[in-house]
């Protein structure tokens, strides 16, 4: 069975990471993963994306370390960075983390590589890296610190606790909580919101955050005249 599956709901395209147990990240689920966001990107019907979890058990456990430890360092990685899109630079269309289940590790850096994030009552986010010794590479170091603030990134990254889903409301790093019976329906609508709005419009939204995000504010604006 394949750990990737796509569903097309008008311009949303839903990717299920299905890999059970724990959606842990092997090759096959970053290829699978990195071919769902290249159609995205490239398929002009498709507006926005959500992606989510089969079943409640886990969001993803992040890298799989038996798969690294037969494949080596660079399992996960493809032409769009690890697990098929945390470097996916032009990919500008809007995707949705919906996330009912525990993000662990390379799992909650692949929230954090989504635009938005809901996530049900019950889940909680960690970074398990820094006790194994490792660093996160996949964009903890780099989007955490942007979204929360330094203090708490430094706090979740050194310490690895648990950040439930309301105190990461409470951050601005989830945008809904919901219960887990409502989560996907209401990430669907959130997608489609999205997808209606004009396309062009969007994508230069997404393009001008990223490339402008290190940049002082003063060489953010256009010179007129």
């Known amino acids: 069975m394949t750990p990737i ?3 097309r709901h008008d311009a949303v395209l839903e990717i299920v990471l299905d890999r059970p147990p724990v959606n842990a990240v092997d090759q096959t689920l970053a290829d699978g993963l990195y071919a769902a966001f290249t159609t995205l990107r490239d398929d002009d019907a498709l507006g926005a994306g959500v992606l ?7 969001f993803s456990a992040g890298w799989d370390l038996k798969a690294a430890a037969t494949g080596g360092a660079n399992v996960g990685w493809t032409p769009g960075g690890w697990a098929g899109f945390t470097q996916l630079w032009d990919l500008d269309k809007p995707v949705v983390a919906a996330v009912d289940g525990p993000a662990v590790a390379g799992g909650f850096e692949i929230a954090l590589g989504c635009d ?15 006790g194994l010794g490792i660093l996160p590479s996949a964009g903890a170091l780099q989007w955490l610190p942007r979204k929360v603030g330094l203090a708490l990134a430094s706090d979740l990254i050194l310490t690895g606790r648990h950040l439930t889903a309301q105190e990461a409301k409470q951050h601005g790093l ?3 909580v919901v219960p887990a019976a409502d989560l996907r329906a209401h990430a669907l609508a959130l997608a ?9 419009t969007v994508r230069a939204v997404k393009r001008i955050l990223r490339e402008t995000a290190h940049l002082p504010v003063a060489e953010t604006f256009t010179p007129r005249g």
């Open 5 to 7: 599956r796509t569903i």
């Open 174 to 176: 989830v945008r809904d």
């Open 52 to 58: 989510i979890g089969a079943g409640h058990r886990a």
């Open 116 to 130: 938005l994030i809901v996530a049900a009552e019950h889940v909680e986010f960690w970074l398990t890296e820094v």
């Open 192 to 200: 489609a919101e999205l997808a209606a709005k004009p396309a062009e």
